[in-house]
């Protein structure tokens, strides 16, 4: 899906970026509007060339707006102390990116609302001037052009401002309720899993409406008629459930990595080593990764109680969620993983060559129940678990 990008201006400081997969978007909204909104909308019809001047400006003010809402976001986030990485828009609309998370539970609830508020007062604006202009009640082509954007805008920001509100990860909706369940659970990790998983439902419910609308317009013989609809609820489905399952930041870098690391496995594949049962490493994660940003993106799919850390395949330590637990959850924020691993011993790690019986020795002295497999040369190209030593068959990559 990722194309590439380029910046195109600064607002307040924030890097504007546009996705390439950007502009068609913007192009097919003009079209709609001038093939199936403003013919149905404007009797008698207008000339082609009004109706794309109409909608050309339509699509400018709804991406402006859509503009707003992350803006709205971003200097709610900056006021609150965090810096804000850049602005993009791309196929699915706009994504304001954060360089750090929200500090507490209600910084993050004020920065997630922020833009559905705003999304919901430019609604009232659009819908404030659009009964200014019935009351002036002009029949001008000028006024009912007017008019149409108006009432187009103050729908679609309405639009925005309910669909965003929506209560799963990654929208706006469920970030807030994240935040609330945070508050008032006093625990990140479970509001995060609950909230992800009310994504996941909400993706299937978007994809079910989409698939209903085209078997039932074929029974009709009228699925032209909500086609675009259904097939925008299909794509805008998968991509939720996808962010909702998995950070896919995360995951583009780690697949890349898995199968160069996938064939060099295959040679450790000796009958009654380490080599032939451990795990690949599903997933190790970097000294300087902050701790809260690993509980945003990486504990959410990978659901493990220890995790090898390294950098460029070299083992820096190992990280428990056990150990973390013992910190009091307001010192999180200022924590990166390797200030709280366990850092490089022996008893943390095993040669890929060693013995079965070895190994489980080592396992269940060490007190973590974990791992971290070495190559030879010392880079990290597996794990052991009892599970991987109760098993028989040599497993690597589940997923
Ligand atoms: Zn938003």
Known sequence: MRLGNFQ???????PLIIDYSWPPVVLLHIWLLTQFWLPVRIRPAWPLWLNLLVAATITALFFASVLAHELAHSLIARLEGIRIHDIQLHIFGGWAR????PKTAMAEFRVAIAGPASSFILSLLFTFGLLLLQQIGSHAAVSLAA?????YLAAANIFLAMFNLLPGLPLDGGRALRALLWHYRGDILSATRTTKRMGVGIAYMLISYGLFLIVYGMYRGTMWQDFLLAVWLLVIGVFLKNAAENDYRHKERQSAAQTAQWQKLKQFDIEGTVGSVMSAPPVSIEPDLPVTEFIDSILPVHRLATFPVARE?????????????EIPKEKWDKLKVGDIMETVDDQFFINVKASLGHAGLKLKENGLGFLAVLDPEGFLV?????RELGADKPHHFGE
């Open 8 to 14: 195109l201006t600064r607002i307040f400081g924030i």
């Open 98 to 101: 954060l360089v750090t998370e």
């Open 147 to 151: 008019l149409e954007t108006f009432y």
């Open 313 to 325: 395949g070299r083992l820096h330590g190992i990280f428990s969620l056990s150990r973390l637990r």
């Open 382 to 386: 597996g794990s052991l678990t009892e």
